[in-house]
């Protein structure tokens, strides 16, 4: 059954504390749920907007000559990076719809997707980590992340059918009308035939259809099956993708993995294992290889601090990229006479001190951690999270300034510091 538009009667919907309370309690990874006229900064973002962030965007892949961060299918074909680059926004093109005049000249059915747009413009990466900043509060930090992208076209269908992702869907359009069709995960798994069709007549009384337009939003559970719809005419939407396909076991293992790893120095690396006899004439196994007895060894010995440790600076990198994929870079040349700021005064660098070594620190930014014994850089790093503007060479003295810049360096390629 459709849920026919309601845009100009309703009052606008406020994204507080009680919605994302109900909606952690009812909807995620439960139900789908749609809301009309949500008020927030993130939806308010004009057509206008967003086709001066594409052309932004554009203009760097021209420059870089590489598309990376587009899609474009035409007629549910892939088209592949040469031809991307042909048909990126422009600036002639004027506004989202000129766009459209120029592909659908060309193109009966074609879908550009847009990745990561929101990289471009911190102010609107701002609304954006407002909006997940909310929802991570009440559903939990996502192990792996999320993923903005814009899908722009006249595309009939989503081009690769009716489908499942590994992700919970938030979708707001920006322009045109949207349909979102819908089934529940226990009808797909009793209907395989679903799985990338295009011709789904009569599976449709079973399905739910979101109609949605500027204003809107749609969230859908990543069980849910779902295809796009539209009748040929122009649509822009975001959609806001939140993985879940990372189960906690995994994320731990990781860890100890790698901690291990590197414990175990040059045992780690043996391919083949030292016997004596394989197994008693019977067939019993019995005893453990060398390598198993002391690799057990290394693992008792572990202390509880460097446990803790570990999983404490991999917890920490994993934050620091705030819940993204990627954090939006910037280059910047620091020297020890530079005035620097954070980029954004929400976007802290994370620091810890190290159990097993009181004189080491750990500092992560978007997904790069550094170490670094430098109290100088402690303090300058605290100073920098207060929002404060700052020269470096009023912290950072002596043998290791030279280091100390190389690391603000690092934090600054993964976007952490401007200069002001
Ligand atoms: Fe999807």
């Known amino acids: 059954m459709a849920q026919k538009s309601s845009r100009s009667t309703s009052k606008p919907a406020l994204l507080n504390e009680k919605f994302w309370s109900t909606f952690a309690k009812s909807h995620w990874e439960k139900k789908p749920l749609l ?11 004009s057509a206008d907007e967003i086709f001066d962030l594409l052309v932004l965007y554009a203009d760097r892949c021209r420059d870089l000559n590489d598309p990376e961060g587009f899609k474009f299918f035409i007629d549910g074909a892939k088209a592949d990076q040469e031809e991307v680059l042909q048909v990126l926004p422009e600036r002639d093109d004027k506004s989202l719809l000129g766009y459209h005049e120029r592909m659908e000249s060309e193109f009966s059915d074609y879908c550009l997707v847009c990745d990561e747009l929101l ?5 609107k990466q701002q609304y954006l980590t407002e909006f997940t900043d909310a929802l991570y509060r009440h559903v939990g930090f996502p192990n792996r992340f999320s993923e903005m992208g814009l899908y722009l076209g006249n595309y009939k269908k989503t081009p690769f059918g009716v ?67 539209s009748d040929g005419s122009f649509s822009a939407t975001w959609s806001l993708g939140v993985w879940v396909d990372q189960p906690h076991k995994d994320v731990f293992s990781e860890t100890l993995k790698a901690l291990i790893d590197t414990k175990m120095g040059s045992v780690g690396e043996k391919v083949t294992t030292s016997f004596k006899t394989l197994h008693s004439q019977n ?42 994929k990627t954090m939006p870079h910037t280059e910047v040349k620091i020297a020890p006479k530079s005035k620097i700021q954070l980029r954004n005064d929400h976007s802290m660098i994370l620091w810890q001190q190290s159990l097993t070594n009181k004189k080491m620190y750990a500092f992560s930014f978007g997904g790069v951690q550094i170490q670094s014994t430098s109290a100088g850089l402690l303090k300058l790093i605290k100073a920098l999270n207060t929002g404060k503007a700052l020269v470096p060479g009023d912290f950072l003295k002596g043998a290791t300034l030279k280091n100390d810049i190389q690391s603000l360096q690092a934090l600054a390629n993964a976007g952490a510091i401007q200069k002001v």
Request: charged fraction near 25%.
């Open 119 to 123: 990289q471009v413009n911190l102010k």
């Open 283 to 324: 067939g019993e196994v019995s005893e453990l290889p060398k390598e198993y007895r002391d690799s057990i060894e290394l693992l008792k010995n572990l202390s509880p601090s460097e446990l803790e440790e570990a999983f404490l600076q991999s917890w920490t990198k994993h934050i620091s990229l705030q819940g993204f």
């Open 35 to 45: 809301v009309r006229n949500v008020k927030s900064d993130l939806l308010q973002m």
């Open 163 to 229: 489908h499942v992702d590994s992700c919970g869907v938030f979708s707001f359009p920006v322009a045109g009308v949207k349909k979102f069709r819908l089934w529940p995960a226990a009808y797909g798994d009793k209907h395989p035939e679903l799985d990338r069709t295009f011709s789904y007549e009569k599976h449709k009384k079973h399905s739910q259809l979101l109609e949605v337009g500027p204003g809107d939003m749609t969230y859908w559970p990543s069980s849910e099956w779902h295809i796009a719809e």
